[in-house]
């Protein structure tokens, strides 16, 4: 498939935008009642022809995750012969949920994740390394080959290997743009450079970071961001993808929030009872995928916390744009009868050098505040600069306990992922 960024609806005006969002969506929900038995039953006393705007949209019911967990099936909108690929989400926040995709999907996919790449600046120029699965049936690792492939990036499929191996192909192939994970990144610099490869001086220009925030809310890069741009003279890029959506949303050049894709997703940001909140404001990321066959749905609640960007941006597309993750809402800290967000621990936490490892734990307390401990690996010394840290950072006080690593790793159980946030409170 040729990319023709040109058919993309980015660089249309904001009215002409809505004006087709509203068309698309209006669509959508007919060819709901037509092909998907869980919306069939869940939309019967809706009618396409009512919404005529934007905020009649904004009426219809959200799909929760949990509906789709339990009874994916009911969501599958095409006959087994139309399938093509079957990608399964990894579970970390509940129960996996099995995706159904045509060849028409895997096109779509192609076509969102080439957009941002091209937004990213990233061309057929480049030589593009993908640093992360591609195989045990996520999306992700997928969507990027299909991507980088379809605009013509040459695409290096290297895959989670061990340091030596990567160093290997990073000296043999030199490539221009590496995809990954920010933590995986900073341990590959770091252990780049004590085997004596300057990092610096290396072939790599672009990071394209994805599954962790690199941004403050002020969209200014966390200790994570800038370190890896200091430490690969490159620039990084966030990218933001969610399996269940189909789409990803990727910073462009100018790097002022991720763009979303209008013709592949409609984007809303809502409050806890499901009511839109204004721009600039921190809500759930609820999206609509448009144009998917295999398991289309309706104003999906991702469980992910962010906000819209006001304005628009000043590379000419007029998309919406999104900041970083915030939190999981699942994840949200009351505090003395505030909202916290872990994003705001977390950059607070890993800007310091003395800090060798650690774990927020969150605990359910009494119903106007959680119990937040810091467990941390430091010197004793230090845990006075922690605290002072958080509060002029994060402005919060909470008991820090000193640690050791086997500790940390014992609260985070089995999981593979060097969880920064243990969340002990019983899931509403
Ligand atoms: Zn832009």
């Not at 967990?69 to 099995?98: L, R």
């Not at 592949?264 to 990321?285: A, K, R, S």
């Not at 609509?288 to 309706?298: F, K, Q, Y």
């Not at 590379?315 to 999981?328: E, F, V, Y």
Request: proline share 5%.
């Amino acid at each position: 498939m040729a990319f023709r960024p040109e058919f993309s609806w980015e660089f249309l005006s904001r009215d002409e935008i809505t004006a087709r969002s509203l068309r698309a969506l209006r669509n959508h929900v007919k060819h709901l009642k037509e092909v998907s038995n869980y919306y069939r039953e869940v939309l019967v006393d809706i009618n396409p022809m009512d919404i005529t705007s934007i905020e009649d949209f904004a009426k219809l019911p959200l799909t929760e995750k949990k509906a789709l967990a339990e009874a994916s099936e009911q969501f599958k909108a095409v006959s087994e012969d139309e399938i093509s690929e079957t990608v399964v989400t990894s579970g970390s926040t509940g129960k996996p949920v099995v995706f159904y995709m045509t060849s028409v999907d895997l096109d779509r996919l192609a076509f969102n994740e080439a957009l941002s790449f091209h937004a990213a600046g990233v061309s057929s120029q480049d030589r593009a390394q993908i640093i992360v699965s591609l195989d045990r049936l996520f999306i992700a690792g997928m969507a990027y080959y299909r991507g980088l492939t379809t605009l013509g990036a040459n695409t290096m499929r290297i895959g989670v290997l061990d340091f030596d191996m990567q160093k290997h192909y990073l000296e043999l192939l030199k490539p221009t743009v590496l995809v990954g994970v920010p933590s995986f990144l900073k341990k590959l610099g770091e252990r780049l450079s004590q085997t004596g490869f300057d990092t610096q001086k290396s072939s790599v220009e672009k990071l394209v970071c994805i599954g962790e925030s690199i941004r403050e809310e002020s969209l200014e890069l966390n200790a994570v961001g800038s370190g890896l741009a200091d430490m690969f003279d490159a620039k990084v890029f966030s990218t933001y993808g969610i399996t269940e959506l189909s789409v990803a949303f990727c910073e462009c050049v100018q790097q002022r929030g991720n763009h979303s894709h209008p013709e592949l997703v409609y984007t809303e940001i809502v409050d806890e009872e499901g009511n839109p909140v204004p721009d600039g404001t921190p809500g759930e990321l609820v999206g609509t995928p448009l144009g998917v066959e295999g398991m289309p749905l309706l104003r999906y609640r991702t469980g992910d916390i962010t906000f819209k960007l006001p304005g628009t941006c000043s590379c000419g597309r007029n998309s919406d744009r999104i900041g970083p993750i915030l939190t999981r809402k699942s994840q949200k800290i009351k505090l003395k009868g505030t909202t916290l967000y872990p994003l705001t621990l977390t950059n607070a936490l890993d800007e310091m050098d003395c800090i060798e490892d650690y774990a927020l734990l969150i605990d359910g307390g009494e119903s106007q505040s959680d119990q937040v401990t810091l467990h941390v690996v430091t010197p004793p010394a230090m845990v006075e600069s922690i605290a002072a840290h958080l509060r002029a950072r994060a402005r919060v006080s909470i008991p820090i306990l000193v640690s050791n690593v086997p500790t940390i790793n014992s609260y985070r159980g089995d999981s593979a992922k060097k969880l920064k946030i243990i969340d002990k409170r019983t899931p509403n």
